[in-house]
């Protein structure tokens, strides 16, 4: 039987220097019947140029201007053709056995929507992401962050994948839709997770599949516009698809999520503009928010319980970002 064409798409913005190791990466995939997509977000170097000159396996579409991870996935995803996509962060790269260990696992079972691999903080043995799980605030974290990868060597089922190097079934995006391009970027993996999750669609962590990722390499770590995406999509999330009886059963500790980012974006750090106005530009998109969750509901095939059974407790989350924090200064 022959295997189903792979659409890989790679949104690229300024990341010439990116580009040599992360399509090298894909092209020494064991699995070869792939299609790879580069959007280009109307770079300013000479990242088109490059890819025609040495990639000319590449199918480029170049955009005029920058549309964000979101609207840059969504072209790709417009003109793929694959039964599964493939989604990889420019400034990632994938072991040559992993689009074969993912497929592997999505070819098992076709109520498989997506699944998640261990991805790696490049040049460490410290995992940046073995899929997204979501809290009793409805806010998504990344499962084994900053942890030993020897932590995470067992299969399980987890919310989500982390989209710097996911791969996805081609009928689950068309069934719930692919990247809201109001998000433009930051959340909108955490949004695609939840609307899949609550559909009923299944996601898998594969252990085999390694992708090493430079973290943060293309926004940069707490940039304002990471902060101010970070802000706004945050919100909209919750606004956007958390049925009304668990908005109000869990309110507190939605509350207390939101007091401990003000404190850490605008009292540790000092983003009090980015933040602040993430939050007044998040209001003011909450009729448009409002608007799609009427859409989305038909189709919740979760009922509220199962879904309370899978959260993890947000207070348990804020204790995993004290210690990746003290981590973080540690190591500097």
């Known amino acids: 039987m022959s295997m189903p064409l792979v659409s890989v798409i790679i949104v690229n913005w300024n990341g010439r ?8 990466s894909v092209f020494n995939q064991t699995f070869t019947d792939i299609e790879v997509i580069l959007v280009d977000n109307g770079s300013t170097d000479d990242s088109a140029a490059y890819i025609d000159s040495e990639f000319p ?5 170049s955009l005029s201007k920058n549309r964000g991870f ?9 003109q793929s053709n694959g039964s599964f996509i493939v989604l990889l962060n420019n400034d990632a790269a994938l072991k040559n056995d992993w689009l074969e260990y993912m497929l592997s696992v999505m070819e098992s079972d076709a ?11 490049d040049g460490t043995d410290m995992l940046d992401s073995a ?10 974290t990344k499962l084994g962050e900053l942890q030993k990868e020897s932590n995470y060597t067992k299969s399980r089922a987890v919310s989500g994948p982390c989209a710097a190097a996911a791969i996805y079934r081609r009928t689950m995006l068309e069934q719930i839709g692919f990247f809201d391009e109001d998000f433009f970027l930051n959340h909108e993996d955490t949004d695609l997770n939840m609307r899949a999750w609550f559909a009923g669609w299944r996601c898998q962590f594969v252990p085999a599949a390694v992708a090493y990722h430079k973290v943060s390499s ?3 770590e707490l940039s304002d516009t990471s902060v101010y995406y970070f802000s706004r999509n945050s919100l909209w999330v919750w606004a956007k698809n958390v049925p009304l ?27 009090w503009l980015p933040y602040m106005r993430g939050k007044w530009d998040a209001v003011r998109g909450l009729p448009t928010m409002f608007r ?27 204790f995993k970002r004290l210690r990746v924090v003290s981590s973080l200064r540690s190591e500097r």
Not at 72 to 78: A, L, P, Q, S, V
Not at 294 to 307: A, G, M, P, V, Y
């Open 17 to 24: 220097h990116l580009l040599a190791r992360c399509l090298e």
């Open 57 to 61: 396996r590449v199918r480029l579409i």
């Open 70 to 78: 979101t609207g840059g996935n969504n072209e790709g995803f417009r």
């Open 111 to 121: 109520g498989m929507g997506s699944c998640a691999s261990k991805i790696m903080i």
């Open 131 to 140: 899929g997204d799980i979501f809290t009793t605030a409805f806010t998504g």
């Open 218 to 220: 293309s926004i940069g």
């Open 245 to 271: 009886p668990l908005m109000l059963r869990f309110l507190p500790q939605r509350i207390l999520y939101e007091l401990n980012s003000f404190v850490n974006f605008c009292l540790v750090h000092g983003k």
């Open 292 to 318: 799609k969750r009427k859409e989305l509901s038909k189709f919740l095939k979760l009922d509220n319980e199962h879904i309370v059974r899978e959260l993890i407790p947000i207070t348990q989350y804020l």
